[in-house]
Nanobody, 114 residues
């Protein structure tokens, strides 16, 4: 059974940085797409960034320049967030898309506040 576990969230001051991690366990097809979503209080979940198994990346327009998605193998992905703003406050979720299924992590809270 595939599981995704996120970590790296926390409370950070505006202008700070965080690196979120997502570790997947279980048997995963090496050809997959991993993504980061976020959901702010009272808002819908939104896609932040995507990376394919051959390292093609895509970002929502508002994330370009401050967010960097990466991966080190078929199972682990990271999201570097720089110059954090209060509006980045949200629960950040890792998502895995394979040929047959999709998986979600439990989320990690990012709070940006002084």
């Amino acid at each position: 059974q595939v599981q995704l576990v996120e970590s790296g969230g926390g409370l950070v001051q505006p202008g700070g940085s965080l690196r979120l991690s997502c570790v997947a366990s279980g048997t995963i097809n090496e050809f997959n797409i991993m993504s980061w979503y976020r959901q702010a209080p009272g808002k819908e979940r939104e896609l932040v960034a995507t990376i394919t198994s051959n390292n093609y990346t895509n970002y929502r327009p508002s994330a370009k320049g401050r967010f960097t998605i990466s991966r080190d193998n078929a199972k682990n992905t990271f999201l570097q967030i720089d110059s954090l703003k209060p509006e980045d406050t949200a629960v950040y979720y890792c998502h895995l898309l394979t040929e047959s299924r999709t998986y979600w992590g439990q989320g990690t809270q990012v709070t940006v506040s002084s």
